[in-house]
C-alpha cells in the first residue's frame, strides 16, 4: 500500500520563513498526483521530502501508514525520476537498470526477469544493449522510468520528467507515463510547471504557490470552480479573463459588477454576504464567450489579433473601457484583425472573486439560502 498522508509539513532554511508552510494532503493508493505551480512554488521541495532528500522542518509524512520523517532515503520504498535522466553513461541500457538491484542484493535471474519485464512495458527492449549516448532524449527517459519500475517500489516520485524533450516528444511521453500507470496501478507524484501536463495526466491536481497549497482537486473540479483568484488564472489555457469592477446590485437574479467604461455584468452567483460597492474580481473563461449577439450580455470590441489553431481561433480582442480579453472562435470562420466583433455571455459564465481573492460560491438553484462563501464552507 501507497497511501501517502502530509500532515503540517514544514521545511525552513537556516531559521528563515517557511519555504513550506504546514501542507496538509492526502493521496490514494494507486493515485496520480500532480503536484504543479510556478518556479519556486515549493513543489519540487516537497518531492524532495518525500524521497528523503531533504529534511522535514516540522509535521508528519506518512507512507503505507508508516511515519517515515527520519527514514533515509533506501529504506522508504520509493523511486524517482529526475529531469535529467541520470544514467550512467559508461554503462549500457541493461546495466543502468540492473545497477540498483545489483546493489540490492537480487539475484542474477531476478535481475534479469524484471529488465525484460519493464523493457517490454516501456518497449525498450531492443535498446538494452545501448549506451545513453546512442540513445534519443524520449528513449532516455525511458530507460530512466524502467529504472525505477524494476525497483518495484510503493510509490513513484516524477521531478519534470518532460521538460527537457520537444514539443511532439513530450506529448507521446506523457500518453506512456498515462498508460503505464494504468498498468501498475502506481501511487504517483508527479511534479510539473505545466498546467496542461497536469491536466491530462492527473486524478488529483495540487496548485501550490509560495509554499502553500492553493487547491486540491480533480482537474474538472479545479477549472470549473476554481477556489481563489491564483488557481483561477493558472488552470486552464489561454487562462482565465478577468474583470476588476465594483457590485451596484445583488438580489435574487445574482450579483450585479461595474466594470471600467461603465459596462454593468451580471454574474449568476450567491450574493449572500456581498455589499454593493465592494470591491470584486469577475471571471471568464475563453470557451464561454460566443461570437454575435445571443441571448446573453451584449459585449463588443476590437479583433486585435488572432491565433489560428485548425479547429479553433483564439481571438484577442479589446472591449470597450479598454478590457483585454481571450475569446474561442469558430476556426473556420476567417476574422481580420481591426475587424469590429459583437459578443455575448450568458450570467452562469461568469465566476466571481471577492477583495481577498476567494471565489463566490455559485448558486444552486432551490437552495439559494445555503450557499455560503467557499472560504466559509
Do not use: W
Amino acid at each position: 500500500m501507497a497511501h501517502v498522508n502530509i500532515k503540517q509539513l514544514r521545511k525552513t532554511y537556516d531559521g528563515r520563513a517557511d519555504v513550506l508552510a504546514g501542507l496538509n494532503l492526502d493521496i490514494r493508493d494507486g493515485e496520480f498526483c500532480v503536484l504543479v505551480g510556478p518556479s519556486g512554488c515549493g513543489k519540487s521541495t516537497l518531492l524532495r521530502m518525500l524521497c528523503g532528500l531533504e529534511e522535514i522542518s516540522g509535521g508528519e509524512l506518512a507512507i503505507g501508514g508508516q511515519v517515515v520523517n527520519h527514514l533515509p532515503p533506501a529504506e522508504r520504498g520509493i523511486a524517482m525520476v529526475f529531469q535529467s535522466y541520470a544514467l550512467y553513461p559508461h554503462m549500457n541500457v541493461y546495466k543502468n537498470m540492473a545497477f540498483g538491484l545489483k546493489v540490492a542484493g537480487n539475484s542474477k535471474s531476478e535481475i534479469d526477469r524484471r529488465i525484460r519485464h519493464a523493457a517490454s512495458i516501456l518497449k525498450i527492449d531492443h535498446l538494452l544493449q545501448r549506451l545513453p549516448r546512442e540513445l534519443s532524449g524520449g528513449q532516455r527517459q525511458r530507460v530512466a522510468i524502467g529504472r525505477a519500475i524494476v525497483r518495484q517500489p510503493r510509490l513513484f516520485l516524477f521531478d519534470e520528467p518532460l521538460s527537457n524533450l520537444d514539443a511532439a516528444l513530450r506529448v507521446q511521453t506523457r500518453l506512456e507515463i498515462a498508460k503505464l500507470h494504468r498498468q501498475l496501478a502506481a501511487t504517483i507524484v508527479y511534479v510539473t510547471h505545466d498546467q496542461v501536463e497536469a491536466m491530462t495526466l492527473g486524478d488529483k491536481i495540487v496548485v501550490m504557490h509560495e509554499g502553500r497549497i492553493q487547491q486540491a482537486g480533480t482537474p474538472l473540479e479545479l477549472y470549473q470552480q476554481p477556489q481563489n483568484l491564483f488557481v483561477a488564472g493558472f488552470i486552464g489555457s489561454p487562462k482565465m479573463n478577468f474583470f476588476q469592477g465594483v457590485v451596484t446590485r445583488c438580489d435574487d437574479r445574482g450579483v450585479q459588477v461595474e466594470i471600467a467604461g461603465g459596462l454593468r455584468l451580471l454574474a449568476d452567483v450567491d450574493p449572500t454576504g456581498v455589499q454593493v460597492g465592494e470591491a470584486v474580481t469577475l471571471g471568464l473563461r475563453a470557451e464561454q464567450i460566443r461570437e454575435g449577439l445571443g441571448d446573453g450580455q451584449p459585449l463588443r470590441g476590437v479583433v486585435n489579433l488572432v491565433e489560428h489553431l485548425g479547429e479553433a481561433n483564439f481571438l484577442y480582442v479589446s472591449l470597450d473601457g479598454d478590457h483585454d480579453i481571450v475569446v474561442r472562435g469558430d476556426g473556420n470562420r476567417s476574422v481580420r484583425i481591426g475587424e469590429q466583433v459583437a459578443l455575448s455571455v450568458q450570467s452562469q459564465a461568469f465566476h466571481l472573486f471577492d477583495a481577498q481573492g476567494q471565489a463566490l460560491r455559485r448558486r444552486q438553484p432551490g437552495n439559494l439560502q445555503s450557499a455560503r462563501r467557499l472560504d466559509e464552507a
